[in-house]
């Protein structure tokens, strides 16, 4: 019986080096193998995902850098601010990147809702946000502090998105009508 399992266990391990050497060729040309969504490429032809794990299109970049986690503009510049003495030179940098992204959110379409909505929203948020990198350039912590603030409503967050992004998740009406309403 020893002898039977010895033969057996050989054969596994030929096999095994066998199948990985097959694997492992030289040749790396994948011409007629896709690389698919597990295999390092994105999705096949035709199905490009939109949604979080989807394309980022020029709105969803912008939101992202300046909204989303701890590293996001709006947190990294809140937490400069409320610090005893806020590094300026830091933070004027960010600021005028904030500015600049909040003003180019009016050159797109919006996604849903009409334009003159867009319009007056994105003009109403850029002009908040070139509010707060004036308060930054003069070094004027009071004033940065209430733009920072007024930046970080989330009712003007809230009206926004639920005229112009919508959907599932995305704070505004969904499938189902108006949270409240059934």
């Known amino acids: 019986m020893g002898r039977r399992l010895g033969l057996f266990l050989g054969l596994a391990v030929l ?16 011409d007629a193998i896709g690389q698919g969504l597990g295999n390092g490429g994105g999705p096949p032809a035709g199905m490009d995902f939109g949604g979080p794990a989807g394309p980022r299109g020029p709105i969803r970049e912008a939101m992202a850098k ?5 590293q ?5 510049i ?3 601010l409320n610090s005893a003495s806020p590094a300026w030179e830091t933070i004027q940098p960010q600021a005028k990147e904030f500015a600049q992204l909040a003003a180019s959110l009016s050159q797109h ?3 849903k809702g009409g334009k003159d909505s867009w ?3 994105t003009d109403a948020f850029a ?3 070139a509010t707060l990198d004036r308060a930054v350039e003069a070094k004027n912590k009071g004033e940065a502090l209430a733009a920072h603030a007024a930046l970080s409503n989330n009712q003007t967050c809230r009206e926004c998105h639920q ?10 009406p969904g499938p189902f009508g108006p949270s409240g309403q059934n």
């Open 15 to 30: 096999s095994a080096v066998v199948v990985a050497g097959l694997g492992c060729s030289k040749s790396k040309s994948n």
């Open 66 to 70: 300046l909204f989303k986690g701890p």
């Open 72 to 76: 996001s503009l709006k947190d990294t």
């Open 78 to 80: 809140g937490r400069e």
């Open 109 to 111: 379409s919006p996604p």
């Open 119 to 121: 319009m007056k929203l």
């Open 127 to 129: 002009k908040s946000a």
């Open 163 to 172: 005229a112009h992004r919508g959907g599932p998740g995305r704070m505004g």
